[in-house]
């Protein structure tokens, strides 16, 4: 069901990547759909009745080797985040150069380009 | 972009120095306890921005100017890729050769060898970037001129 | 519980991310967006994940600011033109077969909250992140595990990353500019 | 000492990240400082490249590097991450590195139109940063990492110019990339949540010991749409008219003649041949989808008159040929492929630079403006031409060689059919290039360009130098060469999954 509910998200984002018409709203787009595999990427690592993975004195080993949740994803997801907003600042910062040059953040009145 | 008034201005103050410690905090035990050289440097970051915010981008460059900021950002990665590279000595890149040579106490600030060195370096990087980003992109000014949209940041390098 | 609390964020993100794309106006779609960013530092908080959740959260208000201060604060502010509903419709049907397709993958195969499923039946076969778990204190010195495997046995990774962040600020400090082009000089 | 080698491994990443970190630094007034280090960076480059390969040839086996030493334990776990080098990925890296010394050579002049040296030289180098790492990786999720660095970077130098369709063109490839590397994360997160492993070797181990399920074939798929999409294959090839154009010439010339092979053809490849195993339906998919691109490519390239976006629709069509042979699965099939990999990276990044020379001094990149050029920039005209005869497969360049070698591997494994489309692309390609050799260099020279100059004498030094590489890399099909540069690439793949984890699973439970 989770799982679910995160795909859909990010069909959402997908979705809005697609179909708008808008840079900002497709910048806005994009970043739901990297919001998504965040959290998938994190909702994997999850285990049940799981801790957070640091060690502290008081926590035996065994105990905490039975319940913290798979580490590995969580960097992942560190630097998944990182990598996405800095897509995301070079993604506003055509989008403000286009907007210089033409006025408008309408996709469909930005077209030179054909052929 | 002009300041806030005193008020805003005098609060901010001080959240950004508590922001600041934070972040800090945070670089620092990153390896004990919640955080690292990310967390942290993203959060000392932030101090930055809401000085941007507050006190507008013309009082804020003093305190770290574009240039500088641009040059610490370069820094930041190359020292990251330094101590990469030191790990040669340990035979091998990102080896922990501090740590072999010095172990100190589990759950110690100086026990990690390279780590909190790494997230000190990260830290400074992320910060940097991060204020550089928020820096450039809002401080820019566009100016409608007739059909023409005048486009400059604050200071041209 | 955990499910359920789950659940309702994801709701909850969903309508938010709804709403961005939907809204005609460009600072409530910014401000979605942040609402969906919210829930996601929650999803991260409730998943035990407080390393990943405290950078994303900055970064998410970050990234609002500069929406809203660097985009939305021009003469712009609503989105104009009419939609091509038909367009719209065949992206949405075709999304929805791919989603119809994922789906089942993910959420039969997969079960939330368990070990990837080749450990299930490979028990035998210690995995990276039980190595991590076991060893990442007596191998590197750092009670944080996410830390451990980010600057130590994935320095590497988080070397690259790094570079990503470093390579996207010089593109907007070379994107934005003043002048990009000069006259070439004859020698 | 050679077999000592691979400790230099990590060097093809640390040199030119180091120097991506340092040259931003320097500013307007070290401007010939940077041509000198950026041109100095990649000249080690291609030393350090060829150093590997023949370390590689001698060691006769793939060499494998452990960041921070963390080898796989005893039990088997593989937990740091590794670096490759096996003979694809040696060639890979020098072909790397050698179209990115013509290319900075040509900058070092080219560039003078532009502002900001350090900044691009920084993005260029942090370009090549990032198609090494994405060549020696030997784990999913640091490929991922590797090709954000290299789209990123490209991404930035595609709009370098900050002209309207320079920013257009980048935007747009940045929304696609951007979606395709989402793809590619979703791609590596199934993988992870099914077999809790990271490594290529130890996925293609795990995932060969379990019946294919539906989740490991949805992975697969949503890795080869994303990497697809970076390598322009048809149904996905939208952006790269637009891309590859705008891009100042120079780095279109890395983008078509590395770029969308290391970040796209080689991950794909190394995807289906080294994790998941290569199979007939796979094969079939790659043939379709190259022969697509083939003709797709080189029908919409026929009535282009700008000379870039030209060139960058016949990049779509010869990834076409190569993606076409490998997935024969032949050997020869793979070979040729390869072989075509190889070449086309040097004929078409030559082209990209002579159209950027012709633009260079007339300003213009329409061909129908153009005529008789030869007469004025006969250097360019003629290193033009070589390359023109390469992609048009005229003997005795490189290109002839590799699309006879994929025509007949065709024959040889009986896909008559596919052949024949190859030959028909091939002739449709000649006759394009005719036009460009008839329009922009030859004919009657008109009155406004009476006046042009040849271009500067580094521009004509980097021309002439894959020139004399179109000619030389047919040497490449004698017997004796190709064993050492060829043959091993070829086995890389064609041992398939096996040779790959023997590698890296067996060999180094002693060393490395």
Redesign the interface.
């Given at each position: 069901m989770v799982y679910t509910l995160c795909l859909l998200l990010f069909m959402i984002g997908l979705y809005g990547v697609l179909t708008q018409k808008n840079l900002i709203k497709i910048i806005i787009g994009l970043g739901i759909m990297e919001y998504a595999v965040n959290m998938l990427l994190i909702m994997v690592g999850y285990r049940h009745d799981g801790i957070v993975p640091i060690l502290d004195r008081a926590m035996p080993l065994d105990e905490f080797l039975a319940r913290a949740v798979d580490p590995l994803p969580q960097a992942m997801v560190l630097t998944a985040i990182v990598i996405n907003v800095a897509v995301l600042a070079l993604s506003i910062a055509i989008a403000m150069r286009l907007y210089q040059k033409y006025g408008t953040y309408d996709i469909t009145e930005i077209r030179q380009l054909r052929g | 972009m002009t300041g806030m008034t005193v008020i805003v201005k005098t609060i901010t103050r001080w959240t950004a120095a508590l922001i600041f410690l934070y972040g800090a905090y945070l670089v620092l035990y990153g390896h004990l306890s919640v955080g690292g050289g990310f967390a942290g440097g993203i959060i000392l970051a932030c101090s930055y921005v809401i000085m941007i915010l507050a006190y507008g981008g013309k009082e804020t460059i003093h305190a770290l100017p574009k240039a500088v900021a641009a040059r610490l950002d370069s820094i930041g990665a190359l020292a990251f890729l330094i101590l990469a590279s030191l790990g040669m000595f340990g035979g091998f890149f990102f080896s922990n050769w501090i740590r072999d040579i010095w172990p100190g106490q589990q759950f110690r600030v100086f026990s990690a060898g390279i780590i909190p060195l790494a997230n000190i370096a990260i830290a400074l990087k992320v910060c940097v970037s991060l204020f550089l980003i928020f820096f450039i992109l809002a401080s820019l000014r566009m100016t409608r001129k007739g059909d023409k949209i005048e486009f400059r940041s604050e200071e041209v390098d | 519980m955990?499910?359920q609390l789950?659940?309702f964020l994801?709701?909850f993100?969903?309508i938010a991310?709804?709403k961005?794309?939907m809204t005609p106006r460009?600072l409530s779609?910014?401000i979605s967006?942040g609402a969906?960013?919210l829930g996601?530092s929650f999803?991260?908080l409730l998943?035990?994940?407080?390393?990943?959740a405290?950078?994303?959260i900055?970064?998410e208000?970050?990234?609002l600011?500069?929406?809203i201060?660097?985009?939305?604060r021009?003469?712009?502010k609503t989105?104009?033109?009419q939609?091509?509903i038909f367009?719209?419709a065949v992206?949405?049907v075709l999304?929805?077969l791919?989603?119809a397709?994922?789906?089942?993958?993910?959420?039969e195969?997969?079960s939330?909250?368990?070990?990837?499923?080749?450990?299930v039946?490979?028990p035998q076969?210690?995995?990276?992140?039980?190595?991590?778990?076991?060893r990442?204190?007596?191998e590197?010195?750092?009670?944080?595990?996410?830390?451990?495997?980010?600057?130590?046995?994935?320095?590497?990774?988080?070397?690259?990353?790094?570079?990503?962040?470093?390579?996207?600020?010089?593109?907007?400090?070379?994107?934005?500019?003043?002048?990009?082009?000069?006259?070439?000089?004859e020698k | 000492m050679m077999n000592q080698m691979h400790f230099l491994l990590p060097l093809a990443i640390a040199i030119p990240l180091g120097m991506g970190f340092i040259l931003p630094l320097l500013g307007r007034k070290f401007t010939r400082l940077a041509d000198v280090l950026a041109n100095l960076t990649t000249a080690s480059l291609v030393v350090l490249s060829v150093l590997l390969l023949i370390s590689n040839v001698q060691l006769g086996k793939p060499a494998v590097y452990w960041f921070g030493g963390w080898q796989i334990t005893a039990s088997g776990t593989i937990f740091g991450i590794n670096l490759v080098l096996d003979g694809l990925s040696a060639l890979m890296i020098t072909l790397v590195a050698v179209v990115s010394f013509a290319a900075t050579l040509f900058s070092s002049r080219y560039m003078d139109q532009y502002t900001a040296r350090g900044k691009y030289y920084g993005l260029f180098m942090l370009m090549i940063t990032g198609m090494n790492g994405c060549i020696l990786t030997g784990d999913v999720f640091n490929l991922y990492v590797f090709l954000e660095i290299a789209a990123v970077s490209s991404y930035a130098l595609v709009a370098f110019g900050c002209e309207r369709d320079e920013l257009e063109a980048a935007f747009k490839y940045l929304i696609l990339g951007c979606v395709a590397s989402t793809f590619v994360l979703l791609g590596v997160v199934l993988l992870y949540a099914q077999f809790g492993a990271l490594n290529m070797a130890q996925l293609g181990q795990r995932i060969a010991s379990v019946e294919p399920t539906r989740g490991s074939i949805l992975a697969l798929l949503l890795l080869l749409s994303g990497l697809g999409v970076k390598a322009a294959l048809v149904p996905f090839h939208a952006w790269l008219p637009d891309a590859h154009p705008s891009a100042p010439a120079p780095i279109s010339a890395m983008l078509s003649g590395v770029l969308i092979k290391a970040i796209g053809v080689y991950a794909i490849i190394r995807v289906i041949f080294n994790v998941y195993g290569f199979t007939d339906q796979l094969g079939m998919t790659l043939m379709i989808l190259g022969t697509l691109s083939m003709v797709v490519g080189v029908v919409l390239a026929l009535n282009q008159w700008d000379f870039k976006r030209l060139l960058a629709y016949h990049s779509i069509s010869q990834i076409g040929y190569v993606v076409l042979a490998i997935g024969l699965g032949t050997p020869l099939g793979i070979l040729a492929g390869l072989f075509h990999l190889a070449n086309h990276a040097i004929f078409k990044s030559l082209l990209f630079l002579s159209a950027g020379a012709v633009q260079y001094r007339t300003g213009t990149r329409q061909l129908d403006e153009m005529g008789g050029l030869a007469q004025r920039m006969p250097s360019t005209s003629r290193s033009c031409l070589v390359a023109s005869m390469s992609i048009a497969g005229v003997p005795p360049f490189n290109g002839f060689f590799s699309k006879l070698l994929i025509i007949i591997a065709c024959v040889q494994a009986g896909r008559w059919g596919f052949a024949i489309w190859a030959v028909i692309v091939s002739i449709l390609t000649m006759a394009s290039f005719m036009k460009v050799q008839k329009y922009a260099f030859y004919g009657k020279l008109k009155e406004k360009w009476a006046q042009i100059r040849e271009v500067p004498l580094v521009m004509r030094y980097s021309m002439i130098l894959l020139a004399v590489l179109c000619l030389a890399m047919s040497l490449l099909i004698v017997p004796g060469i190709s064993a050492a540069v060829l043959e091993p690439a070829r086995d890389a793949l064609h041992q398939g999954v096996k040779g790959y984890q023997e590698a890296i699973l067996v060999l180094l439970g002693s060393g490395g």
């Open positions: - | - | 955990v499910t789950l659940t994801l709701i993100m969903i991310a709804l961005a794309l460009l779609a910014a967006l969906v960013g996601v999803v991260f998943l035990r994940a407080p390393d990943a405290i950078p994303h900055v970064v208000i970050l990234v600011l500069l929406l201060r660097a985009a939305i021009r003469e712009v989105v104009s033109g939609r091509d367009g719209a992206a949405a999304l929805l791919l989603l397709l994922i789906v089942p993958v993910f959420s195969d997969l939330f909250g368990a070990q990837p499923v080749w450990a039946t490979n076969v210690e995995l990276a992140s039980a190595h991590y778990l076991s990442g204190l007596s590197t010195g750092s009670a944080n595990i996410v830390t451990a495997v980010l600057l130590a046995y994935r320095g590497y990774d988080t070397l690259g990353e790094a570079t990503v962040l470093f390579a996207a600020i010089l593109g907007a400090l070379v994107l934005l500019r003043p002048r990009a082009r000069k006259p070439l000089e | -």
